[in-house]
Structures are given as structure tokens and as C-alpha cells.
């Protein structure tokens, strides 16, 4: 556990100075509590002996003193410690991204499944939880407590030790004790809301055909039995959570009833000046504030570090697409590409995604790739963009295999509209200007004309500045795909693989849109993957996939 | 600031009953707060006039049972907060369930469904939060002061004068959290959540990026999105931490004052050094509860959100209107769209404009048209998951909106353009037609699906766990359970969305003669944009404009 929280104190790269002024000024806080409350019992008892007023003075600034301080270094701390959690939320994004750019898109295909990559992204968000829930608060403790206790042993070693103990155990027995006895139970609770929620997802989505089969009241019982075992382990789950605040208010009390019985005793003894029994048992009873936080913050300890492993464990991954260490330049175009013998596989021991495959693009020509789903099309459209290295074979560049070339340099010579490709969310101009930033509102039009969707994109109110929304979630699915073939044109490669562009078009539209890319394309090479027949009778040369035979 | 939400309480008994045992608990641990003071204050009086540790052992026995006695009644303010959360919760999620598959079990679109999911499930964190901790807190925010107060006034009427001297703090306080926190914690919230967004889209859309070689400035872009969003941030906190400060003010000023007036009525003797310790202690209690209430503030307003969410969803209107009517089979009669149109809440512009259209018993037709032209509302309104805007769908002259949706649904099989699988065995999900089917109709089904050979080829055959977590299913494997469903259904009218739609030749083929098979003896409508299929048809019919119109398929291509 503290090699994963080291390493994620490097993700979050904060520095030990902002931390340890954040500590500084909670420990403080506490301090002038713990002062306040201890001068203010001096200034009674002391007060009780009917001194002269002036003899006073000095508890009275204290008091006045301690008050007045408590609250600006809250204010402060919370500044600091805030600034903390916000800084490490930005750097950890940051760097995060940075080690999973170059794994991208094969070593991540297994984030894709389910929304594992939403996870993915909440868990580097809970990473600026780790100053301000769970290292900041211990720290205080250690400051806070240490000072407290010393204070106290100055007056009566005794006394001293009675709070050592009670806030030794406070502050670390009771938050383990306590996240021992709920660890279990919280586990359990975790799956059996797991479990509800995956039937909650699967009813609410499939909801239309539970409906069309007359079958919702069965689903309601179903789902109403798997909710009530979430309430009642949730209800034991709590008796187990309650304990920590509980034990630790038990032990506030005994150690404050343990420092007034030695108090009580050493005055007893002539050892300690009556006026300082009451200053001992409220410093105790402030001192207790510093391990208040703590059974919460091991809590939220153990799921930082949980998160943050999961987090790790990608960005742990080391990238099997690298630049060679002297890249040859980039050819100028025309020139040939093309796959000789080549097996590919996403993982080791999944079977092959294309086997034995040869395929050769010959400058200007248009080809295209007609195969089944599943066959492995889109797999070729990786290899020609180097986002998967053969396992056999060789993707080959001008006469050079493609792995001596800069990744950038691949790509800026072969672009792809693939079928899995992202639509930002953001305007459909920004979209379009990804292919290309210094495009011109001209090049834009004519790529949208091409991709057949210019007339829909004037149409609309805001034109080209329209919101797609969230993965282009406001667009259809043609119209999606259109965009990103737009964007495809728009980059002026001399490459073109455009993956499977027709597929939720109807045969007429599909057919006209095959030949005004073909048209758009010309002087370029034009690669095109579909399962369907329009726009074969268009192309220079069609070659047939099969899947790959299962070994 | 919203204390308790009122449709919170009005909706759920528990929290009534968690309201009632948490004053309980609240005025005890009032009382234990009292009896603290006081019998610290008495030990040490006594020590201070010299007793021995014998003289006051008994007190400190006491001492310590109260300490005790708080520590049960905080453990017992989490249990049963966290109690009447999860029963609170699993009422309202029930009831949103419930009411979405009654009344609009057909989301308008995937991510909205996504959400609702989210909603119901979520709620449970922020409204723990709410119940556990924020409601003891407001009862203890209340109850512990006035009892701290009531006790003062009685032993020295003096102190409480000076302790209210800090009251005039508080509403400065209110203000300022009613002014700056509630608002700007909401502002900085929805920022926090865009930021978070953004960082979502642009890792899953890492691929396209590195396709564009734009992957690697995005790094550079994150550290400026963030560093400006913590500079905004921290200057609204400066603000927002304002409040807390005047509270801790208030808190420390109190004490202060308390004990400097006591101290010099002391010196001058004319108050009890017990009484004036009394009050010393008391002192900060005044203010304890609330400074937690302002922390637990924040937890709260998520639950808070959260709960509203729920709220809005469950109230939100029916797409249909129930009806009492029973609509007769469609083997007896026809069904007939008349100048039906249809828009959709969200979408601007007509879907369809006064579509007429017929369907008979024993014939099937063919609904073919370009994307977008609402072929699969036809489904939908078929289905009774909307209902017309203007127009109607008769049926032997019911219409349709007045006819009870459970009823007729009796008579329809659908298969839509891209089933759900279910957890559950394959067997399960073709049951799904027919939940009392029988081992050989189910088997017959797929045979007639033209599923049963891929099935049988799998090692646990039709006892193969599929859905979540199970044997993924390609579409077209998902496609073929879904015909089965429909063949074990039985029912009198088909309705088949895009069957062949992105299969390769060799299972549409499959799918295609197991639609031949399902249309005899049935009314099947058949959605369709491409030409295979349509072979199968006894009537074409071309939607465009939002109108249907009579075409033979040579005059559709």
C-alpha cells in the first residue's frame, strides 16, 4: 500500500512545501483550540484564587489571542489544502493522459468494454482526494497530537501520558479496529449493489421489449427482491460503519476522566498547582479534535488507493508501438503501400485477427476491400496506420517496412475514417478541423459536399458551428459517419481508408456517396472497407476477405 | 439554505419515523452534553478545594458513562440514518423503475436511459450522506444550543447575555453561505463536472486524435484546462471559505468572551468558580453542532440533487394516455393508421405527416425508406410506447389510444432492430416470448429461428449463460434468439425492425428464411431499407415525407 500511495504522490506531483503548509496551518488550528481552551481554564481557576485583576492580564491576551487565531488559520488551511487537492487533480490528469497516449487504441481495447473508461476517468478524479481526505489529516494528527501531549507532560508528565494513550488509541486503534469490522460487510454491500445495478441498467434498457412481452411486473418483482438484500445487508453494513465515531467518543471520555484522576491525585500529592487541573482536562478534551478525521480518512484511504491502482495499472502498460530510434524520413507521395503475409492479434493467446492476408495499394488507385463482419477489415485499416504492429509479415511503406517511419509521419500520409472513430463534443467545425486547422471555410464546404451532408449542415441554424453533443450524440448514425468521412477528405493525405462509410445509408444514397468519394479521392489512393456491394462496379480492383481460419 | 426536502418527507414514512428517533436521540445527547459540563466543572471545583481522588472517583465513573452514552447515540445517529436512507432510496427507486416500463418503457434514446440507470443507482451515496449525517446534524444544530443556552441562563444569566453578544454572527454567516456557497458550490460543481467530461471524451477519443496526430497536445491542453480552472476555483473559495471563518469566529470569540467576563466576575467574587466553569465548557457546545452542520452541508446537496432527479423523472408526463378499451385481434381485423403524425419532444419538425396505411390479417408488408424517415415509429406507435400527435390507429374501429396498452401488446411479437440479450440462459431469453414455455417449444422456436444449430454447438447448448457477464452474442446470434422469442410468442401480429440490418450474407440469409417462415397465418409488418427482404412482402409500401406511399419495390430502387 505505500509503494502505490509513493507512486501516486508522483502522478499527482505536489510539492512537499504546499503539503507540509497545509498540515502546518491544520495542526495549528487545533493548537490555538487546544490553547484557548487550556488558557481559558487557567484564567478561571487562577481568577477563583481572587488575585488583583492585573495579575490576570496575561491569560486574558492569551484567550483573546488564541481566539482571534483559531479562526484565520482555518481559513487559511483550507486555502492551502484545497489549492493542494486542485493542483494534484491537474497534474494528475495530465500525466495520466500522458502515459496512455501512446497506448492507444490496441492496449486500451479492454477499457472500451462495459464503461470501464468512464471508471477510469472518475478514478484519476478521486486522486485529489489524497492530501485533503487521507494524507493531510494524519499528518495533522501527528503535529497536533505531539504538540498537545508535550504540552501536557510540561505541566504533569503524567497527564502527558494518559492523553498520549487515549489519542494513540483514538487515532489509530479505533480507525483500524473500526475499518476491520466494516471492510467485510462493505464488501458485500459493493456487489449486491453491483448486482442491482447491472439489473437496473439491463431493465431500464431493455425496458421496450419487457414491455412488449407484458413482462414488467415479473421484472419489478425480480428487481424488488435483489433490492430488498441490497437494504438489508446496507442496514447491517451500517451497525459496522457507526463504530468508529462511537469508540472514539468513548475513548475521548475515559482519557479526559484518566488525565482529571492523575490531575486529581498529583494535587493531591502537592505535585500540581490547583490551577492547573482545569487547564489539563480542557486541553485534553480539545486535543481529541485531531483525531476526529482519521477513522473517515483510512476510509477513504483504502479507495484512493484503490482507484489509484486501478489507475496504475494502466498507466503501467508499456507501449509495443514505438518509434525506431533512427526513423527514416516520410516518402513523398505517389508511392505504394502494402501488407505482405500478415497475421495480426490484439492480445497473446486470442486468435489471430487477420491471417496470412497480402493486399497492395498502388499509387492514385481505387480499391476495395469486400469481406464479412468480423473477417478482420478494420484490423487492416490499423495496420496501414501503424496502431497495431503485424505479428507475421510486413506492412510495407514505399518500398520501406512501415516501422522505420516516425508514428507521425505514418499517419499524416494515411488517413482513416474509420467506423469507431470519436466525434468531440464540440461544434461540427472544430470536429472537421481536427483533419486539418488551417482549413478554409471553402475546404470545408467541399469536404462536407463530398461526404453528401453539406446541404443537412447548412440547414441547420447554427451551420457548421451546431453542437454534435456528447459523441456526437445529437447527430444520427449516418450523419455521424458522413462527418467523420469529412473529416477524412479534409486532411489532403495521399491515402484515403474509409471504413465502411455506407453502412446505415440506403442503397441509393450509399452508391452516389461511393462515387463522390471516389471523385473527391482522385489523384489520391482511396481504400475502401465494406461489407456491401454498392460502389465495387466503381473501383480499380476488389479483393475479397475471408475470416481467418480458426486454428 | 433547504433543510429537509418537503416531497422527501411527504413521500417516504421512514424518514417521518428517522425525524421523530432522531430528535430523540438529539435531546438525549443534549442532556449527556449537559451533565458533561457539569460534572467536569465539579471534579475539578472539588479537586480545587482540596478533595482527594477518592472523593471524586464516583463523579469520573459518571464522567466517563456519559462520554459513553454519546458515543451510543452518535453510532446509533449513523444506523439509523443509514437505515431509513436505504429504505427511502429502494422506495424511490422502485417507483421510478416501475413507472418508466409502465409508462415509457421505451427510452427516447440510449443515454438517456444510461442516465435514469445512473440516478437510481447512485442516489445511494449522496442520500446516506443526507440522512446519516446531515439530519442528525440539523436536530443537534437546534436542539444542543437551546439546551446549552436554557442551562447558562439558569446558573448565570450574565454569560448567556455574553454569549448571545456573538448571536448577531450568525445570520452573517447565513448570509454568506446563502449568498456565495450555496451558489457558487453549484457553479464550481457543474465546472468541476465539465472538466471531468472533457477528460472523458478526449481519452475515449484518444484513437482519433493519435489518428490525426493530435494526441500529444492534448497533455499540454489538460495542464492549462486545469490550471486555469484552479485558479477560478481558489478565487471563489476565498470567498466561500469566508463563511466557515465567521462561524469558527463566532465560536472562538465566544469562548473568549465568556471566559474573560467570567474571570474578572470571578477576581471580584461575585460568581461561583463551579458555575463559571460550567459555563466555560458549555461554551463551545454552542456552537459545535452548527460549524458541523456547515460542513456537512455539502455532502447533503448532492443527496439533495440527487433526490430532485428522481423527483423530476418519476413525475415527468406519460408519452401515452391509458385507455379501458379492449382492441379486437388483429386476425379478425385490420389495422389502420388515418393521417397519423407524430414529433418527437425533442427533435424539431414532423416525423410523420398524416401517414395512412393498412395492414391486413395474413399479409405482410413491406415498410421501406431512406434513414431517418420514421420507419421505426411506426413500430413504436404500433406498440403503443406513443401515441399519435394528431390521427389514429384503429383497429376493427377501436382506436387504439383508448385500448388498455397491456392487452393488445398480448397480440404482438416484436423484434426489434437491436434486441437486448438478458442475463440469463439462451432458453431464458427465447422464454421471454413465453414464460411458460416448454422445453421442446422453446427448441422448436429456434429451429424455426434458424438459431437452434449455432446454439446446440455451444458446450452448454440452450443452458449458455448470455447478457451481461455472459457469452457475448454477434448481432446476428442476437438476432435469431430475438426471432425465436417471437415464434415462441405466437401471436397474431409480427413486427420485424431491420432483421437483416449489418449481417453479412450468410446469416441474413439464415434470417431471411426464418422471416419467411414466421409470416404465414400472421399480420407482419417488415421494416426494411435494403432490397433483400422485401422479396418476402406481399405489399410495398414507401415512406417519404413522413407519408406512406404504394410503390412496387422495382420503382423503390
Known amino acids: 500500500m505505500t509503494a502505490t500511495i509513493r507512486r501516486l504522490m508522483l502522478i499527482t506531483d505536489v510539492r512537499w512545501t504546499r503539503l507540509a503548509l497545509a498540515a502546518l496551518l491544520g495542526a495549528l488550528t487545533i493548537l490555538f483550540g487546544v490553547g484557548l481552551m487550556g488558557t481559558a481554564g487557567y484564567l478561571i481557576s487562577r481568577a477563583a484564587e481572587h488575585p488583583a485583576v492585573l495579575s490576570l492580564t496575561a491569560a486574558i491576551v492569551g484567550v483573546r489571542f488564541f481566539g482571534l487565531a483559531r479562526p484565520l488559520a482555518r481559513y487559511f488551511e483550507r486555502l492551502a489544502s484545497h489549492d493542494v487537492a486542485l493542483r494534484s487533480l491537474g497534474r494528475a490528469r495530465a500525466q495520466v493522459y500522458e502515459a496512455v497516449e501512446p497506448l492507444a487504441p490496441a ?70 479496529a473500526a475499518s476491520t469490522v466494516s471492510r467485510r460487510s462493505s464488501e458485500r454491500h459493493a456487489r449486491a449493489r453491483g448486482a442491482l445495478s447491472a439489473e437496473l441498467v439491463e431493465t431500464l434498457s431493455g425496458g421496450a421489449e419487457l414491455a412488449a412481452f407484458g413482462l414488467e411486473r415479473d421484472r419489478i418483482r425480480s428487481l424488488r427482491r435483489a433490492d430488498s438484500r441490497l437494504v438489508r445487508i446496507s442496514r447491517r453494513a451500517a451497525l459496522a460503519d457507526g463504530l468508529g465515531d462511537g469508540l472514539r467518543v468513548l475513548v475521548t471520555g475515559a482519557t479526559v476522566a484518566g488525565v482529571l484522576a492523575v490531575s486529581v491525585q498529583a494535587h493531591a500529592e502537592g505535585r500540581l498547582d490547583r490551577v ?198 445529437e447527430l444520427s448514425g449516418g450523419q455521424r459517419q458522413r462527418i467523420v468521412l469529412a473529416r477524412a477528405l479534409l486532411t489532403g493525405a495521399p491515402v484515403l481508408v474509409l471504413d465502411e462509410p455506407t453502412a446505415n445509408l440506403d442503397p441509393a444514397t450509399a452508391k452516389a456517396l461511393v462515387q463522390d468519394v471516389f471523385a473527391a479521392g482522385r489523384g489520391r489512393t482511396v481504400l475502401l472497407i465494406t461489407h456491401r456491394p454498392e460502389g465495387v462496379d466503381l473501383a480499380d480492383e476488389v479483393v475479397i476477405l475471408r475470416e481467418p481460419r480458426v486454428t | 439554505m433547504h433543510v429537509l426536502d418537503q416531497r422527501l418527507v411527504r413521500r417516504a414514512r421512514p424518514v417521518r419515523r428517522l425525524l421523530a428517533l432522531d430528535t430523540v436521540l438529539g435531546a438525549l445527547s443534549a442532556g449527556l452534553v449537559l451533565v458533561q459540563a457539569v460534572l467536569i466543572a465539579r471534579i475539578v471545583a472539588s479537586a480545587f478545594s482540596g478533595a482527594s481522588l477518592g472523593d471524586v472517583s464516583a463523579d469520573l465513573a459518571l464522567l466517563a458513562l456519559a462520554f459513553a452514552g454519546r458515543g451510543v447515540l452518535t453510532w446509533g445517529f449513523e444506523v439509523a440514518g443509514r437505515r431509513a436512507a436505504s429504505t427511502v432510496l429502494s422506495e424511490l427507486r422502485l417507483e421510478l423503475v416501475e413507472r418508466r416500463l409502465r409508462t415509457q418503457p421505451l427510452a427516447l434514446d440510449r443515454a438517456e436511459s444510461g442516465e435514469v440507470a445512473a440516478t437510481a443507482v447512485q442516489g445511494v451515496e449522496g442520500l446516506e450522506a443526507y440522512f446519516a449525517r446531515y439530519l442528525p446534524q440539523v436536530v443537534l444544530a437546534i436542539v444542543v444550543p437551546l439546551a446549552v443556552l436554557g442551562l447558562v441562563v439558569a446558573i448565570d444569566p450574565i454569560s448567556a447575555g455574553v454569549m448571545l453578544l456573538t448571536l448577531p454572527l450568525v445570520p452573517v454567516f447565513m448570509w454568506l453561505i446563502g449568498r456565495y456557497t450555496e451558489e457558487r458550490t453549484r457553479e464550481r460543481w457543474l465546472a468541476l463536472r465539465l472538466l471531468s467530461t472533457h477528460f472523458l471524451d478526449v481519452v475515449r477519443g484518444l484513437p482519433t486524435l493519435r489518428s490525426f496526430n493530435r494526441g500529444r497536445e492534448q497533455a499540454a491542453v489538460l495542464d492549462r484546462i486545469g490550471e486555469r480552472y484552479r485558479r477560478t476555483t481558489m478565487g471563489t473559495l476565498r470567498v466561500a471559505f469566508l463563511s466557515g471563518a465567521v462561524l469558527e469566529l463566532a465560536a472562538t470569540l465566544g469562548v473568549a468572551l465568556v471566559a474573560v467576563t467570567a474571570g474578572v466576575r470571578l477576581a471580584d467574587g461575585s460568581l461561583g468558580f463551579q458555575t463559571a466553569l460550567t459555563v466555560l465548557v458549555l461554551a463551545p457546545e454552542l456552537y459545535l453542532p452548527l460549524r458541523q452542520l456547515a460542513a456537512q452541508f455539502h455532502a447533503s446537496a448532492d443527496g439533495l440533487a440527487v433526490a430532485e432527479r428522481m423527483f423530476e423523472l418519476i413525475d415527468e408526463p406519460a408519452p401515452t394516455a391509458g385507455g ?41 408488408v413491406a415498410l421501406v425508406g431512406p434513414s431517418g424517415s420514421g420507419k421505426t415509429t411506426v413500430a413504436s406507435l404500433l406498440l403503443r410506447f406513443v401515441d399519435p400527435g394528431s390521427g389514429r390507429i384503429a383497429v376493427g374501429g377501436i382506436d387504439l389510444a383508448h385500448s388498455r396498452p397491456d392487452l393488445w401488446r398480448e397480440q404482438l411479437a416484436w423484434v426489434p432492430q437491436r434486441p437486448t440479450i438478458f442475463r440469463g440462459t439462451i432458453a431464458d431469453n427465447i422464454r421471454l416470448g413465453d414464460p411458460g414455455a416448454t422445453v421442446r417449444s422453446v427448441r422448436d422456436a429456434a429451429v424455426l429461428a434458424g438459431a437452434d444449430r449455432f446454439v446446440q ?63 404465414s397465418g400472421r399480420m407482419v409488418l417488415l421494416i426494411a431499407h435494403r432490397p433483400e427482404l422485401v422479396e418476402h412482402a406481399d405489399r410495398v409500401v414507401l415512406l417519404e415525407d413522413g407519408k406512406g406511399r404504394k410503390r412496387v419495390w422495382d420503382e423503390v430502387v
Not at chain 1, 488507385?365 to 495496420?383: E, N
Not at chain 2, 405466437?490 to 417462415?517: F, K, M, Q, W, Y
Open chain 1, 276 to 473: 492547573l487541573i482545569a487547564l489539563l482536562a480542557l486541553l485534553s478534551l480539545a486535543a481529541f479534535e485531531a483525531v476526529q478525521p482519521l477513522t473517515e480518512a483510512l476510509r477513504e484511504l483504502r479507495a484512493t488507493v484503490a482507484a489509484g491502482e486501478r489507475v496504475l495499472d494502466l498507466t503501467d502498460r508499456a507501449p509495443r508501438i514505438v518509434d525506431p530510434a533512427l526513423p527514416i524520413p516520410a516518402p513523398v507521395a505517389p508511392f505504394a503501400i502494402a501488407l505482405e503475409d500478415v497475421r495480426a492479434r490484439y492480445a497473446p493467446g486470442e486468435r489471430p485477427a487477420l491471417d496470412g492476408f497480402s493486399l497492395r495499394l498502388e499509387p492514385g488507385k481505387r480499391v476495395v476491400l469486400l469481406g464479412p463482419s468480423g473477417a478482420g477489415k478494420t484490423t487492416v485499416a490499423r495496420l496501414l496506420q501503424r496502431f497495431i504492429d503485424p505479428e507475421r509479415g510486413r506492412v510495407i511503406l514505399a518500398g520501406k517496412d512501415l516501422r522505420r517511419y516516425r508514428q507521425e509521419d505514418v499517419r499524416s500520409l494515411i488517413a482513416v475514417a474509420g467506423q469507431d472513430a470519436h466525434l468531440f463534443s464540440a461544434s461540427i467545425r472544430d470536429n472537421l478541423a481536427l483533419g486539418n486547422p488551417g482549413a478554409t471555410d471553402g475546404d470545408l464546404a467541399r469536404a462536407l459536399r463530398s461526404a453528401r451532408i453539406l446541404d443537412w449542415v447548412l440547414s441547420l441554424p447554427d451551420g457548421p458551428d451546431t453542437l454534435v453533443g456528447e459523441e456526437g450524440r
Open chain 2, 324 to 364: 379501458k378499451l379492449v382492441a379486437p385481434s388483429p386476425l379478425d381485423a385490420p389495422v389502420r393508421f388515418e393521417a397519423v403524425s407524430f414529433a418527437y419532444p425533442s427533435r424539431p419538425g414532423l416525423v410523420l405527416d398524416g401517414l395512412d396505411l393498412e395492414l391486413y390479417p395474413d399479409e405482410t
Open chain 1, 107 to 176: 492496449q486500451l481495447e479492454d477499457t472500451r468494454r462495459g464503461d470501464l473508461l468512464s471508471r477510469f476517468v472518475g478514478d484519476v478524479d478521486s486522486l485529489q482526494n489524497l492530501y485533503l481526505r487521507s494524507l493531510e489529516p494524519p499528518l495533522v494528527a501527528l503535529i497536533a497530537g505531539v504538540a498537545s501531549v508535550a504540552l501536557a507532560a510540561l505541566f504533569l508528565p503524567a497527564a502527558g501520558l494518559v492523553l498520549a494513550l487515549g489519542l494513540l488509541v483514538g487515532g489509530i486503534a479505533v480507525p483500524v
Open chain 2, 457 to 519: 454447438a455451444l458446450p452448454f447448448g440452450y443452458e449458455t449463460l448470455v447478457g451481461d457477464g455472459g457469452r457475448p452474442l454477434s448481432a446476428g446470434e442476437s438476432r435469431r434468439i430475438a426471432l425465436a422469442r417471437a415464434f415462441v410468442r405466437n401471436a397474431p401480429l409480427v413486427i420485424l425492425d431491420e432483421p437483416t440490418a449489418d449481417l453479412d450474407r450468410t446469416s441474413a440469409a439464415v434470417v431471411a428464411e426464418a422471416v419467411e417462415r414466421l409470416r
